[in-house]
């Protein structure tokens, strides 16, 4: 058994092709919010929110695993911790946003001008610069505790003492606890500001679970994603057992279940309700193809996974486990453009449309592409500059035998 | 220096205290039955949950003569008492559901030891529950026409009306709640049964007990039917209170219509349920002496789920109010400036806050969550809040109608008190009947926590 845990040299091959086709990818979407601004900047927030949702779901996966403790947790953590780590990439590529606040967010228009009666209620929460500020702040409350957790963490790895190693997994538990609170409470108010604020007169207050939930969720599916890959190499396959694929898969069950549950919960009080500042939403969202793509969340994002998850075999097989993760990650993307897709364009809040035309550019297609290469080319060299998996943790060897058992 | 076992054994206690073996289980949990003569205490205890019970009778008799008229519902306050006192119960409830499945398909041992008792206390909470809508009709002898069932009056129910699916998720989890509690009951009063000198008690476990020899293949089959019963009851813990929520956010009325009332009702429930298990637990573990069976453990454990559940009920909290403001709608944002400033009730929000909100942050700290004392305060607070937490969503949402001329009060006559408090009685009552005669503590679950239990290879040391 090596003693380094070094990640295979696999991953190179992967991450020169990721900054290949992100290199391309972002280049092709920043030149595209010149040809056309308005729709390379919607696409761009497409791939942005989808990507970061994995990066900052790899930080609630971290928070959550030292809290709840468990092998799937000792597993898990240092592709949760890379993911925690691309929170600086995350900004850099957040900087379009910021610049294109005027062209993606018509309330930040309407704000200038004073003339809607919602948006001037809310006062400075709806300013641009205020906007721009708490975004900064999110950022930075996020990044600092992601980068305490993964310093302690690697220090557990240069702990010379099982009694260091333990109180450095005491301190990393006792911070997550808060930490878990202080991530929702910011998971939320992002998803309000970045998300929410595309419908300005539309309000849900379950909105800041079904973004903490639908992260975390993501992060599983690309955790396990590669987790498999790194499964049949050395040296994570003398460490991975079947058990602990089970154990994700059934994480993912649960969340893919408590993905339906809340959109299910904020549609069917939405539409009993049938009040006119919340119906909108879904009046939009449920004619034509936005229908359909409706339709295909019901069945793919939540029926088909769900039934294919509750297989026991199926969760103990690392490929068919991945393929299925990836399948929801595309779902993820998909759920995403339906958020977005049909939120008013500039000009349109005023006009409380109540039927939107079905909207795609290629710039949908292209950013999350482009995005998602340079985000995962910055991951894969995070995750190879440490050990694959935290060997002085004192859970370690439990963690293994667990994973070996059935 | 500090062995690596020694950590991770600091990090995942012993579940059982003591130097136990399978004998000396079965023994401590079967004699409380079996051998010990009644406490005096408990006979106290019984006693007066008794009398409280009474209250109950006295109020349905009374009720039933006089009709509803007695309480104090009225325009424009029409769900008061009888609806609070219903979802408060049924979320007491949702504890023992939550111990016994969600806490077995997540393989978390320390469920062992308290699931019995707190299924127990979720199928008398949801008794009491069930009590108050059916007494809330008027005519409880009716109730049987809230079903769909063919007759000739053409009557049919409301599908469409939340109180409807609350007919058939409160049913259902009565059900599965007892068949749960039941199946799992079965070895052990098997055992009773075999240990039981008394002629009547033999004979009554005895056929309590099906039968039970303990082959491998009735072992073989109550795996699969427990399994299979937790399986079922996993939903039930999210979707019974998840429709309870919807009798009031399916209604446009503000503070009623919500969205994040489904998973933020479930969280109080369970916060709620786990505040009465351990308010019943602590007692107990103390006049039964059973402090290595129900550890010290056990209790910061459930101090930690009552934490992380108070959070997400006061994360609801702050989303009504910061989605009250967000929404700029005039009847949003009037309702929450009268819940929690303006309006007659005012106190009772702030009430609920201290209760709910302040109180559990203690439990962030090791030395209140590793105090009995400490957590059963704590416990009682709770109970409080989330009492005062149905009180604040219904009392103050309805007592300010749309129209200003539509405007009510409510405040409950000595009749709706005298019911509350009877079902407190009557669930104790319950309770000291369930501790007397019935096993406590999972006894062949809590011997596969015993390091015999494990099975190890030959030449490996216990």
Redesign the interface.
């Known amino acids: 058994m090596s003693d380094t845990y070094q990640a295979p040299d696999s991953l190179n091959r992967l991450q020169t092709a990721a900054l290949g086709i992100g290199g391309i990818g972002v280049l092709a979407s920043l030149a595209g919010m010149f040809l056309q601004p308005e729709q390379a900047l919607r696409g761009w927030l497409l791939g942005f929110i989808f990507w970061a949702g994995i990066g900052f779901g790899g930080l609630g996966i971290l928070l959550l695993q030292y809290v709840t403790g468990g092998a799937w947790g000792v597993v898990i953590r240092r592709v949760a911790e890379a993911c925690s780590r691309t929170i600086p990439v995350l900004f850099v590529l957040f900087l379009p946003i910021i610049f294109g606040i005027y062209t993606l967010y018509d309330w930040a228009n309407l704000a200038l001008a004073g003339t809607d009666k919602a948006i001037e209620w809310r006062g400075w929460y709806m300013e641009p610069t205020w906007w721009i500020v708490r975004a900064i702040l999110y950022f930075v409350i996020l990044y600092l505790m992601a980068h305490f957790l993964n310093k302690w963490s690697l220090q557990q790895d240069k702990a010379d003492t099982p009694e260091k190693a333990g109180e450095l997994l005491g301190m990393a538990t006792k911070v997550s606890g808060p930490g878990i609170v202080l991530y929702v409470m910011l998971v939320t108010f992002l998803s309000v500001d970045w998300m929410m604020t595309l419908e300005p007169h539309w309000f849900s207050t379950i909105w800041g679970f079904l973004f903490v939930a639908g992260w975390a969720l993501s992060c599983f599916c690309f955790s396990v994603a590669v987790l498999a890959h790194l499964s049949t190499r050395s040296p994570l396959n003398e460490v991975i057992g079947k058990r602990h694929f089970h154990d994700i898969g059934k994480l993912m069950l649960a969340l893919v279940m408590v993905w339906a549950y809340f959109n299910f919960s904020q549609y069917l009080i939405i539409w009993s309700g049938n009040l006119t500042e919340e119906t909108p939403f879904y009046l939009v969202r449920s004619k034509g193809t936005w229908g359909a793509i409706g339709l295909t969340l019901i069945f793919f994002h939540f029926a088909f996974p769900f039934l294919i998850l509750l297989m026991q075999d199926f969760k103990r097989r690392a490929k068919w486990l991945a393929a299925l993760a990836i399948f929801i990650l595309f779902m993820r993307l998909l759920d995403m453009f339906y958020i977005i897709g049909p939120s008013p364009m500039v000009g349109e809040v005023s006009k409380h449309l109540l039927e939107v035309p079905f909207r795609v550019s290629i710039w949908d297609v292209v950013a999350p592409i482009g995005i998602g290469g340079v985000w995962f080319w910055w991951f894969v060299r995070e995750l190879k500059r440490r050990p694959i998996v935290p060997f002085n943790d004192p859970m370690f060897q439990n963690a293994i035998k667990h994973g070996k058992g059935h | 220096?500090?062995?690596?076992n020694d950590?991770?054994r600091?990090?995942?206690p012993p579940m059982v205290e003591g130097d136990h073996d399978y004998g000396s289980v079965t023994d401590k949990i079967s004699d409380i039955t079996l051998k010990k003569r009644t406490p005096f205490g408990w006979f106290i205890g019984f006693g007066i949950s008794f009398m409280v019970a009474q209250l109950l009778l006295f109020t349905t008799l009374y009720l039933v003569t006089n009709g509803v008229g007695i309480w104090a519902n009225n325009q424009p306050v029409g769900w008061a008492f009888p609806i609070i006192n219903f979802v408060w119960w049924i979320g007491i409830g949702h504890a023992g559901t939550l111990i016994s499945a969600i806490l077995l398909?997540l393989n978390q041992k320390w469920r062992t030891s308290i699931n019995r008792f707190a299924e127990a206390m979720t199928l008398f909470a949801v008794a009491c529950a069930g009590l108050f809508p059916i007494l809330h009709t008027g005519r409880p002898w009716l109730a049987y026409w809230l079903l769909p069932y063919p007759n000739t009056m053409g009557m049919w129910p409301q599908f469409r009306s939340p109180l409807m699916w609350d007919v058939f998720a409160v049913s259902t989890y009565a059900t599965v709640s007892l068949l749960f509690w039941y199946v799992g009951l079965i070895p052990d009063i098997a055992t009773l049964r075999d240990r039981a000198k008394n002629k009547w008690f033999k004979y009554a476990y005895g056929l309590l007990s099906w039968g039970w020899r303990g082959s491998a293949r009735h072992w073989h089959r109550y795996e699969i039917a427990y399994l299979l019963l937790a399986g079922l009851s996993t939903p039930l813990v999210?979707s019974v209170h998840?429709i309870v929520s919807?009798d009031f956010?399916?209604?446009?009325l503000p503070g009623w219509?919500?969205?994040?009332?489904?998973?933020y009702f479930v969280a109080g429930a369970i916060f709620a349920g786990f505040a009465m298990v351990l308010i019943l637990t602590i007692p107990l573990r103390v006049w039964y002496n059973m402090k290595d069976l129900i550890t010290d453990t056990h209790l910061i454990y459930m101090g930690k789920v009552m934490l992380a559940t108070g959070?997400i009920v006061c994360?609801?909290y702050a989303?009504?109010a910061f989605?009250a403001?967000?929404?700029?709608?005039e009847y949003e944002v009037f309702m929450m400036y009268n819940r929690m400033f303006e309006g007659p009730y005012w106190w009772s929000y702030w009430l609920l806050i201290l209760c709910n909100g302040i109180s559990i942050q203690f439990l962030?700290f090791k030395r209140f969550r590793e105090s009995p004392f400490w957590l059963f305060i704590i416990s009682i607070v709770v109970s409080i809040g989330m009492w005062l937490e149905r009180f604040v969503i219904i009392i103050t949402s309805l007592q300010r109608d749309f129209l200003p001329s539509s405007w009510g009060m409510y405040s409950p006559t000595i009749f709706d008190w005298t019911m509350y408090i009877g079902t407190i009685g009557f669930f104790f009552a319950l309770i000291f009947l369930f501790v007397r005669m019935l096993p406590v503590i999972s006894i062949f679950e809590v011997r596969t926590l015993l390091p015999e239990a494990e099975v190890k290879r030959k030449g490996e040391e216990h």
């Open positions: 220096m500090q062995d690596v950590i991770v600091k990090i995942n398909l999210l998840s919807l956010s399916v209604a446009q219509h919500a969205t994040i009332f489904p998973p959070l994360y609801g989303m009504e989605f403001w967000y929404s700029a709608a962030w």
